[in-house]
């Protein structure tokens, strides 16, 4: 059976969506807000950077306009987190790692969509973090809730990193998905040491 890689992009930007859904909910959930809550922020949360990406591109309808089972999936991910969330021990620590999947996710897909649409490498490097990180800023701002992209630890370093790595890949003739799943790792797990080891960038403005 010959490999699609369609398909690996559509199951990857799903899950993303789901993910980031669940990120959103989690938030929902910290806030105490009812199940219509719930399903407001994680859709918004799952649906925004992509729509942003979009709208960017001139890819109109957006996504979710012309497959609703994207909002199928925000909303249902987002009723589930619902009746779960109570069970969590820490809500806001299952939130950053949600988080940070969905970050990573979104970071290859959108940068995908982006080469796919014809863009330039550059173009699509910034349509692949803007993806990542638009969702989070817009659950964030709904909420209430400090940026998560102002934290002090690696946030956008790793989307970008993500996104970079995943075009490299992509251009070096490797097996089909070994870009998508090379791309995916470096965001998550740079991520995930910024979240564990309190890592950042230098900052000189935090002097004094």
Do not use: H
Not at 50 to 60: K, Q
Not at 72 to 91: E, G, N
């Amino acid at each position: 059976m010959p490999f699609d890689i369609t398909a690996v992009v559509n199951i990857m930007g799903l899950s993303a969506v789901a993910v980031f859904a669940i990120s959103g909910a989690l938030d929902a959930a910290r806030q105490k807000m009812d199940i219509l809550g719930f399903m407001l922020i994680g859709t918004a949360t799952g649906l925004g950077g992509g729509t942003l990406r979009d709208v960017l591109l001139g890819n109109v309808p957006v996504f979710w306009i012309r497959e609703p089972v994207w909002i199928v999936i925000c909303l249902s991910a987002s009723a589930i987190t619902y009746f779960i969330a109570p069970k969590l021990a820490s809500r806001t620590r299952a939130l950053i790692w949600m988080d940070a999947v969905g970050l990573a996710l979104f970071a290859v897909v959108g940068t995908e969509i982006a080469l796919k649409f014809g863009t330039t490498p550059l173009i699509a490097i910034c349509m692949g973090v803007m993806t990542a990180t638009f969702g989070g800023i817009a659950r964030d701002v709904l909420c209430g809730s400090n940026l998560t992209l102002m934290n002090e630890e690696l946030y956008i370093t790793t989307a970008l990193a993500g996104s970079v790595v995943y075009f490299a890949l992509s251009t070096t003739g490797l097996p089909y998905s070994y870009d998508l799943i090379g791309g995916f790792l470096v965001a998550f797990v740079l991520r995930a040491l910024a979240i564990i080891f309190n890592i950042k960038l230098p900052n000189p403005y935090k002097k004094g």
